[in-house]
Antibody, heavy 121, light 111 residues
Framework: EVQLVESGGGLVQPGGSLRLSCAASGFTFSNYEMNWVRQAPGKGLEWVSYISSSGSTIYYADSLKGRFTISRDNAKNSLYLQMNSLRAEDTAVYYC??????????????WGQGTLVTVSS | QLVLTQSPSASASLGASVKLTCTLSSGHSSYAIAWHQQQPEKGPRYLMKLNSDGSHSKGDGIPDRFSGSSSGAERYLTISSLQSEDEADYYCQTWGTVNWVFGGGTKLTVL
């Protein structure tokens, strides 16, 4: 069974940093492209970032303006999101999501349960 | 610009059927999409990938009551024999070369 478990969320002050993790199991992590998606309170889903299976190709949503960094460790079956210069508008539940097929990018076929990031003084 | 448009809300009675619509922006009518369900206070759940020709592949354990179809730039999710647990937000999702896009979501109320 595919499992994605996010961690690392919490309360952080504006301008602060946080590192999210997503532990993957139940599939060959190194074969799949991965994404981070967020959902602000009461709002819809917003794609944040993508990383290819090898980690060599990375994309970000334009709105992030270079503040976030996605990475992965295939030996540890883990996905990460380093978030810097956090703002109140980054407050959201952050989900990791797996791409729907090995070595392919497109639809998301598995989701974690999410981790809440709250940016507030 | 790649955009997905969904109606904010829909409602139907218990045991009835409902058809939700996701519309692709101009010039993107050949794109495939995915449908995701988000029940209250839960994370999203993948329902199906839906191609422009109407063919679709569902996620593990998704009941036969959920089906997809396509017409031009419209992508549909039909839920038959509505049950109370179908009350949820439904999101469509697609992808471009360097970006991934979600529709605004449709909140389905089961009466």
């Amino acid at each position: 069974e595919v499992q994605l478990v996010e961690s690392g969320g919490g309360l952080v002050q504006p301008g602060g940093s946080l590192r999210l993790s997503c532990a993957a199991s139940g599939f060959t992590f190194s074969n799949y492209e991965m994404n981070w998606v967020r959902q602000a309170p009461g709002k819809g889903l917003e794609w944040v970032s993508y990383i290819s299976s090898s980690g060599s190709t990375i994309y970000y949503a334009d709105s992030l303006k270079g503040r976030f960094t996605i990475s992965r460790d295939n030996a540890k079956n883990s996905l990460y999101l380093q978030m810097n210069s956090l703002r109140a508008e980054d407050t959201a539940v952050y989900y990791c999501a797996r791409d729907g097929a090995p070595y392919s990018s497109g639809w998301f076929d598995s989701w974690g349960q999410g981790t809440l990031v709250t940016v507030s003084s | 610009q790649l955009v997905l448009t969904q109606s904010p809300s829909a409602s139907a009675s218990l045991g009835a059927s409902v058809k939700l619509t996701c519309t692709l922006s101009s010039g993107h009518s050949s794109y495939a999409i995915a449908w995701h369900q988000q029940q209250p206070e839960k994370g999203p759940r993948y329902l199906m990938k839906l191609n422009s020709d109407g063919s679709h592949s569902k996620g593990d354990g998704i009941p036969d009551r959920f089906s997809g179809s396509s017409s031009g730039a419209e992508r549909y999710l039909t839920i038959s024999s509505l049950q109370s647990e179908d009350e949820a937000d439904y999101y469509c999702q697609t992808w471009g070369t360097v970006n991934w896009v979600f529709g605004g979501g449709t909140k389905l109320t089961v009466l």
